[in-house]
């Protein structure tokens, strides 16, 4: 076999994206939240880098100035003293001197946060203090509440978790102790923790209801005609079970007060969860005459290059070592200060000009707060407007939001497609009609997709049925069998 190296040359032309271009697609795909936090990481990190109106403070920015504008020299025990009328109202322990030791049998009290984001596993562990429980079932029931999912279900067979719990502990257990420890779950509170499945759950809960009539019914519904139940064939469940209308209807009744995910009630959010809301980008007025005003809600503070790096000057000739290095570091650290101030003025100028664009093909809408009355809409409408890549007007609109008179909308919401090229009707406003056809139709017998099709013929929005059933799923209407009453 003969081998041989070669060199060749070969031109061809390909489109690179340089760091800063990379960085300003991934700014732009930035919520309000998220810029803000970003700019603040900026400022502490870059020194180069102030706020505009940073030259109004004086002395340390983390110590309030003065009211006379002279200087603060207040003590701490001077400011608590400010906060009562005088010495008599103020508490025993703010006499008392704050000098005691690790020695002192004093007890001072400390302020902690309230456990708020117990876990379900934590608040069911702690209802096993109230069972008589030896420590080898102890561990066995926390090992099946370590198994159950977010909805308090048990997905895994008890089989299987028996031979993980002895792989993981070396012991033995029969399964008498495991049917214990199962049993014992299924106890705890909320009713139907440990289920198998939702008849399982609903009959868990069925079980701890009072005696009653409509109670017995309802429990020999799940367990015996659970099938026809969930299709909902109540003339066959009331024929087989031999009642009338009215008792049908209340044990359906006592069905429907139950909870299929009984885990819920103890997963808490967190609290970064419980803080977390939505901050709109921009805000959409319109004003007596039908104008209509984009602003850009910005809570970015105006950035500016501080004063001693715009003003250095590069080092002489003959400076030595240190004053080269310092002047590169004063370079590079203004550099990226100028280059993070340019990319948020693009920034803003690039969100403001997508939802000016925005503003103007949905102009309807923001005039009557009519969701029907937004138009067609896709990322190439953006782009003939604002001139902009498709790219950079979906990094423009993803995770933001508007604020209207009539509420906070995502801006995803307004981007959608005709049914068909050449309609000129929007998905939004055939999805009211049929959401209007639904809400108005007889309950008792529904109407199927083939009728609500022919409805909206009538008015005028000719699409397939398979359009209709598409549309019916997106807002949650199940077929006309699961909608009887």
Not at 272 to 281: F, G, N, S, V
Request: glycine content about 4%.
């Amino acid at each position: 076999m003969n081998e041989k190296l070669d060199i060749t040359q070969q031109m061809r032309q390909q489109q690179v994206l340089s760091p800063q271009l990379v960085q300003f697609g991934r700014y732009l795909e930035m919520s309000a939240q998220e810029i803000e936090d970003e700019v603040c990481r900026q400022l502490d990190d870059n020194p180069a880098l102030e706020r505009r109106d940073d030259a109004e403070y004086t002395g340390n920015a983390n110590e309030p100035a003065a009211a006379d504008g002279g200087e603060f020299d207040e003590s701490a025990e001077q400011l608590q003293r400010a906060d009562y009328r005088d010495d008599e109202d103020m508490p025993e322990y703010q006499f008392r001197a704050a000098n005691a030791s690790a020695d002192d049998d004093a007890f001072n009290p400390v302020t902690i946060a309230a456990d708020d984001d117990e876990s379900m596993f934590a608040t069911l562990a702690r209802q096993l203090d109230d069972y008589e429980l030896s420590d080898a079932d102890r561990d066995l029931t926390l090992y099946i509440i370590g198994n159950l999912d977010d909805n308090g279900y048990l997905t895994r067979s008890l089989a299987a978790i028996a031979d993980d719990y002895c792989i993981a502990t070396g012991a033995d257990i029969t399964k008498e102790q495991l049917r214990r420890a199962a049993d014992t779950v299924r106890s705890l509170e909320p009713a139907g923790l440990g289920a198998v499945d939702l008849r399982d759950c609903l009959l868990l809960q069925l079980a701890r209801r009072s005696n009653t009539l409509s109670s017995r019914i309802a429990r020999e519904i799940i367990s015996d005609y659970f099938d026809l139940f969930a299709k909902k064939h109540y003339s066959r469940l009331r024929a087989a079970l031999r009642i009338d209308d009215d008792e049908l209807q209340k044990a359906l009744n006592v069905i429907r007060s139950l909870n299929p995910k009984p885990g819920n009630l103890l997963e808490r959010a967190s609290s970064a969860d419980r803080m977390r809301h939505i901050m709109p980008d921009f805000s959409v007025e319109v004003d007596a005459d039908g104008h209509i005003t984009v602003a850009l809600l910005s809570r970015t503070p105006e950035l500016a290059i501080e004063a001693s790096f715009a003003a250095s000057e590069p080092p002489a000739p003959g400076a030595s070592h240190r004053e080269r290095e310092a002047y590169t570091f004063v370079r590079r650290k203004r550099d990226d200060a100028s280059a993070f101030i340019k990319m948020m003025t693009q920034r803003a100028t690039t969100l403001l000009s997508v939802m000016t664009a925005i503003a103007q093909l949905q102009s309807a809408f923001f005039l009557t707060n009519d969701r029907s009355a937004i138009r067609p809409m896709v990322l190439r409408d953006l782009g003939a407007i604002t001139g902009y890549d498709l790219s950079t007007i979906s990094r423009a609109t993803a995770g933001k939001y508007v604020q209207t008179s009539a509420g906070v909308f995502p801006l995803k919401m307004f981007f959608n497609e005709a049914p068909t090229a050449d309609a000129d009707t929007s998905s939004h406003e055939i999805m009211e009609a049929l959401r209007e056809a639904i809400a108005n139709e007889d309950k008792h017998h529904p109407l199927s997709d083939r009728v609500l099709t022919q409805m909206l013929a009538d008015k005028g929005y000719d699409i397939a049925r398979r359009t209709v059933a598409k549309y019916r799923e997106k807002m949650n209407f199940p077929v006309a069998r699961l909608r009887k009453q």
